[in-house]
């Protein structure tokens, strides 16, 4: 078998080196059904290391037309079709067509990977190289690399373009200045909520007191530092799941989910009136403002209420806390709590102190101090 090599130039007019680049992929069988050469293709997907003198049947395993053992069957099968595997590799199917040598030197398969390019190219890392230069797979993974680069592109533009479409989603949803929701963000939450006949939950609307005065005396700047520092306040005060909103110009809505205990709500908007009331820093200037919250709650209806009534009633319940004087919140349909603090801040309106509620709920009288109605 080995005195072949040096006369394989002699036998088919071709040398080791030359039929390796024209075909990296072939097989030479002898007459004893061993392998004189393997091209460099075929040896790399192989797995076997070198495949010279090894059993061909033992590489290879032919299943179409025929299965056969043995050179002879197989030279009769001389420019037919193929169908083959690796035995390394069973599940992937190759294809080829073989013919045979003059003076009984056997037979020359040449096999190539068909339409299963791209998992050959896969499954043993080829390349250009594994390929010869006229080889029809080259065209297939110059279109392969080009889908998939194209593919690429397109999974990014899409990524990008689905970015754009979330990021102006949430800019549309979403106020500039402090960063919370917008009326519209609230009012589709809203209307979600009362959609959904197993959520209840307790809205507040906080109006801020004394914000006029800031804008009047300080300037459009330090209002919007305000704004910016109750958008801190209501973001810090609510929950994951919870929402809050600015839904005009120092109006803001608050929807508390899973919660329409008056105790717990009374806390949330007694918090929020106590930080808010925190003196805020303005340039040379200290910015004093505190808020007025009216309540509702979905557990207080006998029928599930619309959206439009939701807001009027927290609205009104609203305007109850200012009439009272300002810095407290109200229930809609109970009667509102306050408990005066003893730091006073200045007011130009005729009931023109600020109060501060600490507590839970309606239980929040002080000592000696009666709960305001």
Same mark, same amino acid.
């Given at each position: 078998?080995?005195?072949?090599?040096?006369?394989?130039?002699?036998?088919?007019?071709?040398?080791? +080196? %030359?039929?390796?680049?024209?075909?990296?992929?072939?097989?030479?069988?002898?007459?004893?059904?061993?392998?004189v050469q393997a091209g460099p293709t075929l040896t790399k997907m192989?797995?076997?290391?070198?495949?010279?003198? !090894?059993?061909?049947?033992?590489?290879?395993?032919?299943?179409?037309?025929?299965?056969?053992? +043995?050179?002879?069957?197989?030279?009769?099968?001389?420019?037919?079709?193929?169908?083959?595997?690796? !035995?390394?590799?069973?599940?992937?199917?190759?294809?080829?067509?073989?013919?045979?040598?003059?003076?009984?030197?056997?037979?020359?398969?040449?096999?190539?990977?068909?339409?299963?390019?791209?998992?050959?190219?896969?499954?043993?890392?080829?390349?250009?190289?594994?390929?010869?230069?006229?080889?029809?797979? /080259?065209?297939?993974?110059?279109?392969?690399?080009?889908?998939?680069?194209?593919?690429?592109?397109?999974?990014?533009?899409?990524?990008? #373009?689905?970015?754009?479409?979330?990021?102006?989603?949430?800019?549309?949803?979403?106020?500039?200045?402090? +960063?919370?929701?917008?009326?519209? %963000?609230?009012?589709l939450d809203l209307l979600r909520s009362l959609r959904d006949p197993?959520?209840?939950?307790?809205? #507040?609307?906080?109006? /801020?007191?004394?914000? !006029?005065?800031?804008?009047?005396?300080?300037?459009?700047? *330090?209002? @919007?530092?305000?704004?910016?520092?109750?958008?801190?306040?209501?973001?810090?005060?609510?929950?994951?799941?919870?929402?809050?909103?600015?839904?005009?110009?120092?109006?803001?809505?608050?929807?508390?989910? @899973?919660?329409?205990?008056?105790?717990?709500?009374?806390?949330?908007? %007694?918090?929020?009136?106590?930080?808010?009331?925190?003196?805020?820093?303005?340039?040379?200037?200290?910015?004093?403002?505190?808020?007025?919250?009216?309540?509702?709650?979905?557990?207080?209806?006998?029928?599930?209420?619309?959206?439009?009534?939701?807001?009027?009633?927290?609205?009104?319940?609203?305007?109850?806390? !200012?009439?009272?004087?300002?810095?407290?919140?109200?229930?809609?349909?109970? *009667?509102?709590?306050?408990?005066?603090?003893?730091?006073?801040?200045?007011?130009?309106?005729?009931?023109?102190?600020?109060?501060?509620?600490?507590?839970?709920? *309606? *239980?929040?009288d002080g000592p000696g101090e009666k709960t305001a109605h």
């Amino acid at each position: 078998m080995t005195g072949l090599l040096p006369n394989l130039n002699r036998v088919i007019g071709l040398s080791g +080196g %030359a039929l390796d680049t024209l075909m990296p992929m072939h097989v030479w069988v002898d007459l004893d059904g061993r392998i004189v050469q393997a091209g460099p293709t075929l040896t790399k997907m192989a797995g076997q290391g070198e495949l010279t003198g !090894k059993p061909a049947f033992s590489v290879l395993e032919l299943r179409r037309p025929v299965r056969v053992r +043995g050179v002879q069957a197989l030279m009769r099968l001389e420019g037919r079709r193929l169908g083959l595997v690796l !035995k390394q590799a069973p599940d992937l199917p190759l294809r080829g067509t073989l013919t045979g040598l003059p003076e009984g030197a056997g037979v020359i398969m040449d096999i190539s990977l068909g339409l299963s390019f791209a998992r050959g190219v896969t499954q043993f890392d080829l390349t250009l190289s594994d390929f010869s230069p006229c080889d029809q797979t /080259l065209e297939l993974l110059y279109l392969n690399e080009a889908n998939r680069s194209t593919m690429r592109l397109s999974r990014h533009l899409s990524q990008r #373009l689905e970015a754009a479409r979330a990021a102006a989603e949430t800019q549309a949803m979403t106020d500039a200045l402090t +960063g919370l929701a917008n009326r519209r %963000a609230m009012d589709l939450d809203l209307l979600r909520s009362l959609r959904d006949p197993t959520q209840d939950f307790g809205l #507040l609307h906080v109006d /801020l007191d004394l914000f !006029k005065q800031v804008n009047d005396t300080h300037g459009h700047a *330090a209002g @919007d530092a305000v704004l910016e520092r109750v958008g801190r306040v209501l973001r810090s005060v609510t929950r994951q799941d919870d929402m809050a909103g600015r839904v005009g110009g120092d109006e803001f809505l608050i929807l508390v989910r @899973d919660c329409t205990d008056a105790g717990h709500l009374g806390a949330i908007a %007694a918090r929020v009136i106590r930080e808010i009331e925190v003196p805020i820093p303005f340039e040379n200037h200290s910015c004093e403002i505190s808020a007025s919250i009216g309540i509702t709650a979905t557990g207080t209806y006998a029928v599930r209420p619309g959206l439009d009534e939701l807001l009027v009633d927290a609205d009104t319940a609203l305007y109850q806390a !200012k009439r009272g004087g300002r810095g407290r919140f109200v229930f809609h349909g109970m *009667a509102g709590s306050e408990i005066p603090t003893g730091r006073r801040v200045s007011d130009p309106a005729p009931r023109g102190r600020l109060a501060r509620h600490e507590g839970d709920g *309606a *239980a929040l009288d002080g000592p000696g101090e009666k709960t305001a109605h």
